[in-house]
Structure formats: structure tokens, C-alpha cells
């Protein structure tokens, strides 16, 4: 769904200086118009002095996939492919945000094949090229004609590839991984929203218990001062289990914390069991709940599960409430006046198993990527209010269970009180590109990676699931003060 990271806080989070040894110079700009491909037409060429030098190509593939691509005057030989947040729409990189023109990399972005604004799925209605496109196509399709475009450009092939995205981005990624498993050669997964049907479900079965009626969206049953509330009982059950007593939830499934222990209205007490449950129907579970954490925040459940309410006209109440009706009315039912009000979730996968099979990536076989020698790192925040840390586990203990030597080729990283993509009381700062390139360049995967605060200074590590961070004493901005068990 929608990232709400910034390239400022991306590049954060994972600056690094320098850029690849032994670069290739090249002249930014000169010949890219005269490229001339099949189904391409090139609109744009500019050069740029900022961040670095450099030159951009903008165009369009087939009839609508909008692209661009980034050339550094100092090239280090490789390529890398950005994601893009929630329903795109115009065209986005957020590989930028990882300083990667700084560090030498070509690269590319692109709008999946459609235009819009905001939280606006109509771009989808009745139209299943534009679904195939954003689903999957489109990032393929870019990928293959960046590729050339850079061939062209500096007379030589890219040496290695990589893709980078997270939210929708993290679902690009896993679908280019699954169906196009030559195109890269490390992925980078954040936080994603791979399962696409059983993220539309959780956001509608959240969305009816805080909003009951559509007609009414001035407010939502779980109030602000209801959260702080909730957070506070939380951590105050949970939070010194893990030898810490610091805000955050090392492990928030070691958290027994009942809510119908709060002094709370009982359909207040329904809203908050609708997270941590997540959409059950006669037939079975739907998706999977939310994890304890992030209640109190406004880039928790604050903004994306509770909102704030309708503030202002055609601007949803919740994220859950837009990116849910949005995909209900335009992707799955293609009806603009649908209402979820005693909508029925029987049979929900099957109803919705068209657009799933467009903008899913649940497969566990990833034989194909890693036969080419794909590697693939999956980072989601334990407080993730978007999307659900257990989907990332679930799915990768799909991935293991089918293939135990997956463990070679599949790592995930879980970050403890990090809120969706970055953010939040937890360590986030960490430079996943590096660990990319030295996962690529060395062939070990990464056991731990160390992520730092962004306030109050400090870092710890990550520890590669199914390990976590034990605390053994010590200063708990210290890596050393931890190990992984």
C-alpha cells in the first residue's frame, strides 16, 4: 500500500559515502534521444547537476506506462529498479531516496501504467490491462528497457541488478522475484503488501468496527484518547519481558495482553479485537491480525487503522478505510457505489480471485530466482499499522517449509517498535543497500545487520528470523549489549 516515507528520510536511512570503486564516466545526456526502441517513445532527456551529475530519460512504453530513468555521469556498473507506494500513479523511485545516484547506480521508476491522485482507485474500473500493468507488468517491462537504455548509454551491460521498494514497493519486489526471476539480482522487500486480497480484508473488517456506517465518518469509535489508553495497558503488561523497560516490544508475540481487561465500551473493545484478529469468516481466517504496538502513534494506528475521521470532503477517514473501499470498489467488485456495510466475507478469496491473481505475490516458490542466483531481504517494522509484520513471516515460513535451503537465499529482518517502511521508538537506520551489495558480492547472507535510533543517538542489531535480540546487559544503545538467539 502507500509508503509514507519521503526520499529525505529514505536517504536517512540509507546513506552511505562513496560510491563504487573504478566508476564509468560518461557524458550525461548526449545520444538518449536518438534511442529508438519497439513500443517506446522517448518524451524527455534533461540533464541535472543535483544530487550528483547526471541525466534523465522520461517516456512511455506500450500505451500508457509511464518511466524514467536516471543516468550518473559516474557510473559504478550497476542498475537498480525503484519501487512504487500505493496505487502509483504517476512515477516514483524510491530508490532515489537510498542515495543510489550518489553511490553511482543507473536507475529507474515508473507510474505502472496509469494516472492519479491520492487515494483513488477509479484509474482500475473494469479495466484488467491497468491492473496487469500496476500488478506486475509494468515494473517488468520498465526493468527490460531501462536495461537497454543504460546499455546504449555507457556501451556496456549492467554488471549486477537490484530492486528496491517498500509498501506496494515491498509487493513489487516480491512479485518480481516470483514472476520475473532473471530481472534481478538482489531484492529488496520492505514491509510489503504481497497478499493484496487478504490486506483488502483487514482493512475492511478494521474499517466497519471503527466507522460502523458510511454515512457517518465524522469520528471513529476508538478515539484518540481510547488509543493512549490501549498503548498504555500494553506496555505496561509487556513491555519489561524482554529485560528492557523502554517502549518498545522486542518480540510483541510474547505480549499476553488481554483488552477486554480495559474499561472500555464493548464495542470499543470489538474495534481493538478487529486488529489484533484479524478478518475471520464462516469459512476460516482471511488474513492475519496485527501484532501488539503502535497504537498510540499517528503514524500507527493513529493515521492508517483508526484515523482521525473525515476532515475534509473525498479525503478518507483512515488509510484503511481509502485503500480498502478503493480496491473493494474499482479492483474486485468494479462497482463505484459499493458498501461494506453487511458486506458478507464468505467465500471473500474466491471472489476475489481475478484481482488477486494481478496483484498477489503470496507463492512460495522462489526455485527460479535462486537457481539465477537471486537473493532476496525482506525488512518489516514489529509496529507496522499498514501491513501486518506476522504476513511477512507467514510468508516466509511458507517459502522455508517448501524449501528448507531457502534459508541461503531468503533472509527476514523484523525491527522492533518500527512503524511502516521507517519511523517510530524502534532502530530503523540501517543501510540495507550495503547489506545488498555484500550479500551479492561475498555470497553469505546476512546473519544481523545493525540499525540505529533516530533519536537519542544508539543502535542494535537485527537478527535474521527466526532469531531475535536477547538483551545481555549493558548499555541498550549498545549492538554489543545484544546477541541474536
Known sequence: MRTILTATVFAVLFARAGTAAEPSTSTPCVGLGDIRLPDVE?????????????????????REIGFSVW???EWNGAFIMGGGGGFVGNIQNQALGLSVLQRGYATAGTDTGHRNQGIDGSWALNNLERLVN?????????????????????????????????????????????????????????????DFAGVAAAFLDVTRHMYPSMDDLAAPI??????????????????????????????????????????????????????????????????VGWPFGGEDETGGWGGWLAGSGQQTPNFPPSLAFGFGVEVMRHMAEHDPGWRYEGFDFSGFRHRFRTTAAALSAIDPNLDAFRKNGGKLLIYHGWSDAALSALAS?????????????????????????????????????????????????????PDTLVAGFAQGGGARPLCAYPRRAVHIGGDDRDPASFECR
Open 71 to 73: 543516468l550518473p555521469a
Open 134 to 194: 500496476y500488478g506486475h507488468l509494468a515494473v517488468h517491462r520498465v526493468t527490460e528497457v531501462a536495461k537497454h537504455i543504460v546499455e546504449s548509454h555507457y556501451a556496456a551491460s549492467p554488471e549486477r541488478s537490484y530492486f528496491a521498494g517498500c509498501s506496494n514497493g515491498g509487493r513489487q519486489a516480491l512479485m518480481s522475484a516470483q514472476r520475473y526471476p532473471e530481472d534481478f539480482d538482489v531484492v529488496l522487500a520492505g514491509a510489503p503488501a504481497h
Open 42 to 62: 522517448i518524451t524527455t532527456v534533461e540533464s541535472a547537476e543535483s544530487p550528483v551529475e547526471h541525466c534523465k530519460l522520461t517516456g512511455t512504453i506500450g
Open 393 to 445: 513471516i507467514e510468508y516466509v515460513d511458507a517459502v522455508y517449509a517448501r524449501d528448507e535451503s531457502a534459508h541461503d537465499d531468503v533472509r527476514l529482518f523484523l525491527m522492533p517498535g518500527v512503524l511502516h517502511c521507517a519511523g517510530g521508538p524502534g532502530p530503523w537506520m540501517v543501510d540495507l543497500i550495503e547489506a545488498a551489495e555484500q550479500w551479492d558480492e561475498t555470497g553469505t547472507a
Open 222 to 287: 476508538l478515539s484518540a484518547e481510547d488509543r493512549q489508553t490501549l498503548a498504555n495497558a500494553v506496555l505496561a503488561r509487556c513491555d519489561a519481558q524482554d529485560g528492557l523497560e523502554d517502549g518498545i516490544l522486542n518480540d510483541p508475540r510474547d505480549c499476553d495482553f488481554d483488552p477486554g481487561s480495559l474499561d472500555l465500551a464493548p464495542e470499543k473493545i470489538a474495534a481493538i479485537r478487529a486488529v489484533y484478529e484479524g478478518p475471520v469468516a464462516p469459512d476460516g481466517r482471511i488474513h
